[in-house]
Each structure stands twice: as C-alpha cells, then as structure tokens.
C-alpha cells in the first residue's frame, strides 16, 4: 500500500484553502476596506487618523480585510515617506484593560503576546512583568513605547469584545496625546463579533473613541462562489473539480453562517476525501464529498464542543437529541427540563435545577451545537432550543458518553427525522 504516492493528488497548493492563507486581493469586501481606508487615510497627511470598530459573524472578512488594508497602508506610508509602525494584539483570553496594555507593550518589546502577524515594531526592551503594577504606570509604558517606535502608529485589537466592561484602554488610547502630552499620530482598530459592543462600553469611552463602524455583512452565495472559485484554481490539481462542487459549497455555508471560513473548509475537507478515496488514476472531487464534508465537520463540532462540556452539559445535550428525535423541537426551557430530569435519573445522576440546566443550554448555544428562537406567540415571550447540528453527528458524539442510544435513533428513524 503506497500511503506517500504521488500520482493522485488532488491538491496542488493546500495551504490556499486554509483560513489563514493572506491572499494577495481580498474578494468581495471592495466597500468595507474603502471604508476603512478613508478612516486611515489622514495618516498619509501627518494627521490624527479616525478610529475604526469592524463588526461582523466569524468567517465574514475582518481580519483579513484589515490584514491587507494595513499592508496596503505600510506600502503608501513608505512612499510617503511617513514613518508608520503598526502593533496587532489578539485579546482572546484577556479580560481587563491591565492585560491589554502589559500584552501590547511586551508585543512591541519581544513579539510575546498573543498574535503579531503584523506587529512591525521591535523595540528590544525587557519585558513587564504580567501583574505588579498599577494600571496608570502600564499605560505610560505603552505610551513612552509608542513614541520610543518613532513614527505614527495603529493598535489593531482583534476580539475586541473579550475585555467586557473593563474598557480603560479605550478610553486611554484616543485621549493619548492631550493626556500624555505625546508627540504621535494614534490610530485604533477594534474587531469584534459582537454586534452590541459597544452598546456595552461606558459613556466616557463612546464620546472619547470617535470611531467609525463598518459591518462586514455575512456573504451570500454568488459571493462565496467566486471566492472558492479563485481559491480553487490555486488550490486544486487541474481537472479534479466536478461542476457542482464549488456552488454546493457556496449554497450551504451561506444558508448556515454566511462564512467564507466554513466554505473554504467544506471544500478542503472535501478535498481529503477525495484525496484519499479509491485510488482509481481519476480522483475528482464531487458533491457527494461535499455532503460527507458537512457531515464530518458538524460530527467534529459537536465533539469538539462535548470536550468542553460537565455531565451535565451532555445530559442537556442528549434530553434536546431525544426531542430532536421525536419531532418535538425547537422547544421551551420549561419543558425540555422537565425532560432533562428523566434522562439524568435513567443516566444515574441527580438534575441540577432549571436555572443551573439553563447555563448550559447558553453554553450550548455559544458552541454552535444549538440555536435559540425567541417565541413571541401570544402566550408570552419565550426562548426555545433546537439541534444546531445534524442529529446523527449529535447521537455519533453522544455514543462517546453514553452506552446505547440505538432507542433515540429508532424513534428519529420512526418520525422520518433521520
């Protein structure tokens, strides 16, 4: 068996398929970036620039539309001969303030933070210390730094909404020249996939931001067909794409999510299938690759998702897959507690009480393996869940737990739901 044979490969550069691959023109988002490029634009004047707060779901563009804009930005910058340094931090993990500032000056200082894919400044000072001083002392840090970079400089905050209501940076940075009496242009960037933000922020730092919002809206399908259509001819071995692929790709992750991330993964993962299928001298890539693709990616979803789930969280799990199953979803908090509590007795474990069993219908939700409907009927205004993901790739990741779940497939089987 040749497990390293060459003569079938259906991808000729993976890499072009993978979220994190930069290409050189950013499909699709032309307005946003003109948006954003018209808010950075004073930069190239010597002039304060507009902060700038992207919004969108995951996999939309945000992040790799301000990766090219800012390297667009570098290249007129030298042209200009303005001398412009940019720092990039994703706040993923860090929950105050404090840690974004001690982050961003150890991200100029070392490169030691949490991303610096386009962090351009490197100062070779020692490090701060991650805790032990207070707050007003870290931020002259970062300030004295920025200045120490020489030149103008732009803070790129990725996942932004992670500092929750401890929103001192923000109020700080845009007030950084008045305060601090520093000699450099300052410009922000904030990325979050949450609409309601800055809703959340505090009024002295909603009228110190003067910011500008640019929505990166989910892509439709037509969008979504050409981006894969230029990934793929790059990606992929002449001759191996059958016609339906692409748009089968397109067609579902812009009815699930609108993500160019999710499209690009169906058909990389579809890809492999097909890779590593028969071995016939002639492997294509076809839709019913496409369709194992989904299945395979929503089965690790809810997998990747049980990993991080009490008991309990799995018992909530299977009491939805066993409504799934009977055709009795979306459903209430009430009533699917009231099952809840069967399915933890018949498992051998004592029922938290509904408020405790609620948290964890939330953390599902979050994961993506359920989604909440808002009931407006006439009865009240209610929440109600439903399987986010296939019910089979829920029952496949519940064997993992539980012993036998044949009963819950026969009665999906029974009311056509499987």
Not at 12 to 34: I, S, T
Not at 364 to 373: H, R
Not at 390 to 403: G, H, Y
């Amino acid at each position: 068996m040749a497990r390293f044979d060459l003569d079938n490969l259906v991808f000729a550069n993976k890499d072009v398929l993978r979220e994190d691959w930069q290409p050189d023109n950013l499909a699709e988002r032309d307005a946003e970036m003109d948006t954003c490029a018209s808010a950075l634009r004073p930069l190239l004047r010597g002039n304060q620039p507009d902060n700038l707060f992207l919004y969108g779901l995951t996999g939309v563009g945000k992040t790799a539309a301000t990766h090219a804009l800012i390297t667009e930005l570098l290249d007129a910058a030298a042209d200009a001969e303005r001398h412009l340094e940019v720092v990039e931090l994703n706040c993923t993990g860090i929950t105050s303030s404090y840690q974004v500032a001690v982050n961003l000056v150890n991200e100029m200082r070392t490169g030691d933070a949490h991303s610096h894919a386009l962090t351009t400044v490197s100062l070779e000072k020692d490090p701060l210390p991650e805790t032990g001083h207070p707050q007003k002392r870290v931020f002259r840090e970062l300030l004295k730094d920025f200045e120490s970079a020489g030149g103008d400089v732009i803070v790129v905050l990725d996942e932004i909404d992670t500092i929750g209501s401890d929103d001192d940076i923000l109020y700080e940075l845009p007030r950084a020249r008045k305060t601090y009496d520093i000699d450099v242009n300052l410009g922000l960037i904030g990325i979050s996939n949450d609409f309601k933000f800055r809703e959340n922020l505090s009024p002295k730092v909603k009228d110190s931001l003067c910011e500008k919002e640019v929505h990166f809206q989910p892509y439709d399908a037509e969008q979504l067909v050409r981006i894969l259509e230029k990934r793929a001819d790059r990606a992929l071995a002449d001759g191996v794409l059958s016609e339906g692929v692409v748009p089968l790709c397109a067609a579902m992750a812009a009815q699930d999510s609108g993500s160019a991330r999710q499209a690009l993964r169906l058909l990389r993962i579809a890809g492999d299938f097909a890779e590593n299928g028969p071995s016939d001298g002639d492997p294509r890539i076809t839709e019913e690759h496409v369709r194992r693709a989904e299945e395979e990616i929503q089965r690790q979803q809810v997998v990747e998702g049980m990993e991080e789930l009490t008991r309990h969280g799995k018992l909530v799990l299977l009491t939805v897959a066993h409504l799934e199953a009977e055709g009795e979803t979306p459903e209430r908090t009430k009533v699917i507690h009231q099952r809840y509590r069967q399915v933890s007795k018949r498992e051998g474990s004592d029922p938290l009480k509904r408020r405790a069993m609620h948290d964890h219908l939330t953390d599902l939700t979050l994961q993506g393996v359920l989604t909440k409907i808002d009931d407006t009927s006439g009865r009240g205004n209610y929440n109600q869940y439903e399987l986010d993901v296939e019910l089979d790739s829920a029952i496949d990741a519940l064997e993992v737990e539980f012993d036998d779940l044949s009963a819950v497939r026969e009665t999906a089987h029974r009311n056509h739901v499987l």
